[in-house]
């Protein structure tokens, strides 16, 4: 019976998704793949991603594909003067601005509307942050 117990405890473990020490899977990257993975077996439905469509409203983007609403941006300041999405239409870029005073510029997830980052324009200098470049006033 003792020689089944660590075969056991292991099959239970893998059933209920306990981990082992020093057995766990931190991230993914082609490396770590191994000699079976294949990205061309992929099917092409996933390789083109639907593209995404950019509604500018009052204080808000809002981001739709095929029609359906996937994220609402909610920008600091009220007026929207100039969006960029980037990073593969994974990240949307949005400077606004109050009637008077300086301008936001500010990264977005595409995927769900949240915050990634922020600068004030002025603050912008020699293409720092590179998510902002072109932004700056």
Request: proline share 6%.
């Amino acid at each position: 019976m003792n020689y089944f117990t660590p075969q056991l405890i292991g099959v239970v473990s893998l059933l209920i998704g306990v981990t082992t020490p020093g057995v766990t899977q931190q991230s993914w990257d082609r490396a770590s793949a191994g000699p079976d993975y294949n990205p061309s077996t992929k099917p092409a439905k996933m390789a083109a991603a639907a593209s995404v469509n950019v509604h500018v409203e009052q204080s808000q983007i809002r981001l739709s594909r095929n029609g359906k609403t996937i994220a609402v941006c909610r920008t600091q300041l009220p007026e929207i003067e100039k969006w960029k999405l980037i990073n593969g239409n994974r990240q949307i870029v949005v400077k606004s601005r109050g009637r008077h005073g300086p301008a936001a510029v500010e990264l977005f997830n595409v995927v769900d509307g949240s915050l990634a980052d922020k600068v004030m324009a002025f603050a912008i200098e020699n293409g720092k942050p590179a998510w902002a470049r072109g932004f700056e006033e």
